[in-house]
């Protein structure tokens, strides 16, 4: 069983808008944490937004105005729609989540034990 898959990645210009989308085993999609993560060349893995299983939402302030984190029941996604895209979004993305309680650090690395293989987003100016 496969815990996290990630789609919807590619490349787009800049101010131009992709959904990324994270299917879920159900017991993560049920109990966890879930959030995106975001990783450059040569640069830290950075937490991106996250959601809590009650709708709880937290962004970086870089994407704040510009991301929405969701998550659909049916499906058992979460989803990542981002606009008004820039050259500096462009990383690797991955889907992550936390069997850990929702607090102030949500978008800390450290917190999050299930990762997906990541889905490639490229801004061109």
């Known amino acids: 069983q496969v815990d996290l898959v990630e789609s919807g990645g590619g490349s787009v210009q800049a101010g131009g808008s992709l959904t990324l989308s994270c299917r879920a085993a159900p017991y993560i999609y049920q109990t966890y944490l879930m959030a995106w993560f975001r990783q450059a060349p040569g640069k830290a893995r950075e937490g991106v937004a996250a959601i809590a299983t009650d709708g709880r939402t937290s962004y970086i302030d870089s994407v704040k105005g510009r991301f929405n984190v969701s998550k659909e029941n049916v499906k058992r996604s979460l989803y990542l729609t981002m606009n008004n895209l820039k050259p500096e979004d462009t990383a690797m993305y991955y889907c992550?989540?936390?069997?850990?309680?929702?607090?102030?650090?949500?978008?800390?690395?450290?917190?999050?034990?299930?990762w997906g293989p990541g889905t490639q987003v490229t801004v061109s100016s």
């Open positions: 992550a989540a936390s069997p850990e309680v929702w607090t102030a650090d949500v978008l800390r690395e450290g917190w999050y034990y299930k």
